[in-house]
Every structure is written in structure tokens, then in C-alpha cells.
């Protein structure tokens, strides 16, 4: 489990297709604190470390993963959110996430209002119904609050600090991003449909 609050920006400096994707992500962590099998959410992705270094960590990608998120359009050099996995007592910042992305979202809009960036997403027509106005999201594993929503498009606003400490500074129109609804909402909708 994750809290969707980035602790890192990582980069991806090696991919190589081994009959899953093996991608190799350098980052600011102590890798000595950090176990093979770890889970480490990599732009919102669950994934499990399959190899240290004094600077990184490699995982491995399965084809499943890569069809349902955004790491097909990966590279060397592509900057990635990072957030380590939940530890009991840790402070839970943002909202609960899981690092199992549900589909992803197209950038179609953005607009500066003040010193903050309105971001326009078109979610996938399935998801759009799990977005509400003022709940969660997580947006490459980033844990943002909905400003509005209009049918399958939703607004989200990121101030100068978030901007900074993400990737979000570097998103531009077009950009396809992972998008993993609100685990209450999944829930609530689901009792719905059952009652």
C-alpha cells in the first residue's frame, strides 16, 4: 500500500526486453534499506525490486502491466514519480493507493490560474463514473484531489510545490497517465450496483 505522497524522482536509465520488460530506475533512496521483493510504486506502478545498486533498483515488468499503464512510452532518460511502500506509523498524507493502475487518463487540457496549473484528463469511459468532484485520484501515483468533473473529464489543480517535487512540472498536452480511482469509491459503487 501506498499514500500516493512522491518521496522521489527517479529516472530510467536501462530498459531491455527479457520476455518481460526489465527496467532499470536510478533514485535518491538508500538502496542498503531496500530489500529484493520490495514493492516500489513507479509512476503510480506497483512494482517489485529484482535488482540493487548503489543507486538503483531494477524491476520487472510483465506485458499485462505494460498494455494497461503507461510504461509502454517509457525511454531512457523519462523521469518517474517514486513513493516506497506503506509502513504501519507512517503518516498517511495523501489517500489510500494500491499501485494497481486501472487504465489511463489522456492530458487533453492545461492552464495556468495564478501560480497554480489547471489540468484537464479525459478518463477511460469505465472509470469516469468512480471520479467525483473533491475525491481522490492518484495520477501517476501522485494522490490529488478532483476539482470538477464533466462526464468522462475531470479537472485537478497542482500548485508550485507539487510541480517541483514530481513530474508533474514536465507534463504537457497528450501525455497518457496512469489513473488509479479511489479504492472507497470502487466499493461504493459496487454495493450500489448489488442493491
Known amino acids: 500500500m501506498f499514500t ?3 518521496t522521489d524522482l527517479g529516472t530510467v536509465t536501462a530498459l531491455e526486453q527479457q520476455g518481460d520488460l526489465r527496467a532499470r530506475i536510478t533514485c535518491g533512496y538508500d538502496t542498503s534499506g531496500i ?4 514493492s516500489i510504486a513507479s509512476d503510480g506502478v506497483c512494482l517489485t525490486v529484482v535488482g540493487l545498486g548503489d543507486d538503483w533498483y531494477e524491476v520487472q515488468i510483465s506485458a499485462e502491466t505494460v498494455q494497461k499503464t ?3 512510452a517509457w525511454s531512457v532518460g523519462k523521469r518517474v514519480n517514486l513513493e516506497r511502500a506503506l509502513r504501519v506509523g ?3 498524507g495523501g489517500h489510500i493507493v494500491s499501485g494497481h493502475v486501472d487504465g489511463v487518463a489522456e492530458v487533453i487540457a492545461m492552464q495556468d490560474e495564478g501560480d497554480s ?3 484537464t484528463l479525459r478518463a477511460p469511459e469505465a472509470l469516469a463514473r468512480f471520479i467525483a468532484p473533491k475525491g ?3 495520477l501517476n501515483g501522485t494522490s490529488l484531489t478532483v476539482n470538477d468533473v464533466d462526464g468522462c ?3 485537478i489543480n497542482f500548485i508550485p510545490h507539487t510541480k517541483e517535487v514530481t513530474t508533474w512540472g514536465d507534463v ?3 501525455d497518457r497517465i496512469n489513473l488509479e480511482i479511489d479504492t472507497l469509491a470502487r466499493y461504493v459503487a459496487r454495493l450500489a450496483e448489488m442493491s
Open 90 to 92: 507512517d503518516e498517511l
Open 35 to 38: 530489500d529484493m521483493g520490495a
Open 172 to 174: 504537457v498536452v497528450g
Open 70 to 72: 503507461n510504461i509502454a
Open 4 to 6: 500516493g505522497i512522491i
Open 153 to 155: 473529464t475531470f479537472g
Open 117 to 119: 496549473t489547471r489540468v
Open 136 to 138: 481522490s485520484v492518484a
